[in-house]
């Protein structure tokens, strides 16, 4: 796969991502802007892809902080190799191209945070691109083994965030409660103002606090972004 250099002005970022392999979208810079609004130095993500949703919560901070990126497809951290080697960034950065499952972090996260599979492998047509493949779809990590993972290898005081469809809402929250895990917040993310949500954005807690529950609309009218939504995506 040949990758291409995909700049995003806003942010001052350069990123190589493949042509015909995964290429991150606006959940990267949601997910991004959602983890960027919590209080940590250390940060912890998983399936970090190609680095973009790390490398944007750096440019949307202002403090230096200390990242661990978890990627277990070789191809995808060799993107993040050559990101690192593209930018420049206040942070500091640890590359771990293993499976997320058996890692343990070097430092205990603050907030761990991804953007996993949508979709059980089981269902619907599967990319026979791989790394595709294995970006959408459940063939290794699921939900389940996310909560076991956190609740076993991170402090009382870690927090977790992460996207996914509106259709899993109540599937994340029925197996974060069997985990003893609480939602602190959740953001329903609609594509326009009358319609129902097609994202969420959830944090979780080992703690039982305040729940708040937000929305954010992408878009004012077909192929018109929000003023909110504008400034997530650095354009405003």
């Not at 902080?65 to 190799?81: A, G, T, V, W």
């Not at 499976?99 to 619907?124: E, H, M, Q, S, W």
């Amino acid at each position: 796969m040949n990758p291409e250099i995909t700049e995003i002005k806003g942010y001052n970022l350069k990123l190589f991502q493949h042509k015909k392999g995964y290429r991150f979208s606006i959940d990267a810079f949601l997910l991004a802007w959602f983890v960027s609004r919590e209080k940590f130095k250390n940060g912890y993500e998983i399936g970090a892809g190609n680095g973009v949703v790390s490398f944007l919560v750096d440019r949307m901070t202002k403090d230096k902080k200390h990242f661990e990126l978890i990627e277990i497809q070789p191809s995808l951290c060799r993107l993040i190799e050559k990101n690192l080697e593209l930018n420049r960034f206040k942070s500091d950065f640890i590359l771990r191209c293993e499976d997320a499952r058996f890692v343990l972090p070097f430092k205990n996260p603050d907030i761990v945070y991804l953007n996993p599979p949508f979709t059980d492998f089981k269902k619907g047509k599967v990319s026979p691109n791989v790394e595709k493949a294995l970006a959408r779809h459940r063939f290794f990590l699921d939900i389940n083994s996310v909560f076991k993972w956190f609740l076993e290898n991170t402090g009382k005081n870690s927090r977790l965030a992460l996207i996914e469809k509106s259709e899993n809402l109540s599937e994340y929250l029925k197996s974060a409660e069997s985990f003893g895990l609480y939602p602190v917040r959740v953001v329903d993310v609609k594509p326009f103002e009358e319609k129902n949500p097609n994202l969420f954005l959830a944090l979780f807690s080992k703690t039982n606090g305040n729940f708040k529950r937000e929305f954010l609309t992408i878009y004012s009218s077909p192929g018109k972004y929000t003023d909110k939504v504008k400034k997530i995506l650095g354009i405003l």
